[in-house]
């Protein structure tokens, strides 16, 4: 996608926001053919810089070798998972693993608990209210209005999440405390590798660890549908790593004209990317509370 009116740039479609870039081919000779189309699209403007692309990518080696730069982009923890629950649990450091254990018994002897996956599509327009409304809770606890809280956003998210329920790539999860929504993860999965975008959870149950116990029921549920992954995606926040994540590297390519307009372009970009990780950390700090 090329974008800009005095300095023209092209970039990934939904660029700023996304947390993993590239593209999909089946082999080496179709990577060389869409680089190919990538270098002649970048001609058409006085710059390119394509973020956040898996550091195994093949489209990596072709830009090196076309003189582009090369530089390291925001990771994302991954949670590779093994042939069975009972595995992953054995996998964890001592107290998350005591931790995954005790905390849904406990939740189960002070509440009646439910654990729902939604599987309609009004079952999933209701779990995505409960999700605003409890990610808009915690935020407000912090003076902030949380990155859900829009109507229009809102409206995407339920749009996405409705196209994907019918593609079967959604998993939203509620786990319901008294018959109440005490926490929503919403995830999506395809090829086998599932994808944590969002959650929220009632402040006032932050004591009792609903997010943990939620998450080892996705987990469970990741394991047994055959998932080999869970990609926390990008930020890196305390809980992901407890959990058993390991970061997985992320490179951009860039190139930027010798021209005026080019120069111009780059330090707008580097400019941009500085501020957009100085967010990012920001609101990694702002999730390292233990729940």
């Given at each position: 996608?090329?974008?800009?009116?005095?300095?023209?740039?092209?970039?990934?479609?939904?660029?700023?926001?996304?947390?993993?870039?590239?593209?999909?081919?089946?082999?080496?000779?179709?990577a060389?053919?869409?680089?190919?189309?990538?270098e002649?699209?970048?001609?058409?403007?006085?710059?390119?810089?394509?973020?956040?692309m898996?550091?195994?990518?093949?489209?990596?080696?072709?830009?090196?070798?076309?003189?582009?730069?090369?530089?390291?982009?925001e990771?994302?923890?991954?949670?590779?998972?093994?042939?069975?629950?009972?595995?992953?649990?054995?996998?964890?450091?001592?107290?998350?693993?005591?931790?995954?254990?005790?905390?849904?018994?406990?939740?189960?002897?002070?509440?009646?608990?439910?654990?729902?996956?939604?599987?309609?599509?009004?079952?999933?327009?209701?779990?995505?209210?409960?999700?605003?409304?409890?990610?808009?809770?915690?935020?407000?606890?912090?003076?902030?209005?949380?990155?859900?809280?829009?109507?229009?956003?809102?409206?995407?998210?339920?749009?996405?999440?409705?196209?994907?329920?019918n593609?079967?790539?959604?998993?939203?999860?509620?786990?319901?405390?008294?018959?109440?929504?005490?926490?929503?993860?919403?995830?999506?999965?395809?090829?086998?590798?599932?994808?944590?975008?969002?959650?929220?959870?009632?402040?006032?149950?932050?004591?009792?660890?609903v997010?943990?116990?939620?998450?080892?029921?996705v987990f469970?549920?990741?394991?047994?549908?055959?998932?080999?992954?869970?990609?926390?995606?990008?930020?890196?926040?305390?809980?992901k790593?407890?959990?058993?994540?390991?970061?997985?590297?992320?490179?951009?390519?860039?190139?930027?004209?010798?021209?005026?307009?080019?120069?111009?372009l780059?330090?707008?970009?580097q400019?941009?990317?500085?501020?957009?990780?100085?967010v990012?950390?920001?609101?990694?700090?702002?999730?390292?509370?233990?729940?």
């Open positions: 996608m090329a974008r800009g009116k005095s300095a023209r740039r092209l970039e990934w479609w939904g660029a700023g926001i996304h947390d993993i870039g590239g593209a999909s081919y089946e082999n080496a000779g179709v060389q053919g869409l680089w190919t189309q990538i002649n699209a970048a001609r058409d403007c006085h710059g390119a810089h394509l973020a956040q898996p550091a195994d990518d093949l489209l990596l080696e072709h830009a090196q070798k076309s003189g582009w730069t090369t530089s390291d982009a990771t994302c923890p991954v949670l590779v998972l093994p042939a069975s629950y009972d595995e992953y649990v054995r996998s964890l450091g001592k107290n998350m693993r005591e931790q995954i254990k005790r905390y849904p018994k406990r939740l189960e002897k002070e509440f009646q608990v439910e654990y729902e996956l939604a599987d309609s599509e009004n079952a999933v327009q209701n779990a995505l209210t409960d999700l605003f409304k409890l990610h808009g809770a915690r935020w407000r606890q912090r003076g902030q209005t949380g990155v859900l809280a829009t109507a229009r956003r809102q409206k995407f998210h339920r749009a996405v999440c409705a196209a994907f329920f593609n079967d790539y959604l998993r939203l999860w509620t786990l319901r405390c008294n018959g109440a929504p005490a926490c929503v993860l919403l995830n999506y999965v395809y090829n086998d590798r599932y994808y944590f975008f969002i959650g929220g959870f009632d402040p006032d149950l932050m004591r009792w660890s997010g943990t116990c939620l998450f080892a029921q469970k549920h990741a394991i047994e549908e055959g998932a080999t992954e869970f990609d926390f995606l990008r930020g890196e926040e305390e809980y790593y407890r959990y058993g994540a390991v970061n997985r590297d992320y490179k951009t390519i860039s190139w930027f004209a010798p021209n005026a307009r080019g120069q111009l780059k330090r707008r970009v400019a941009e990317a500085t501020l957009m990780h100085r990012h950390l920001m609101f990694s700090s702002a999730h390292r509370t233990k729940n």
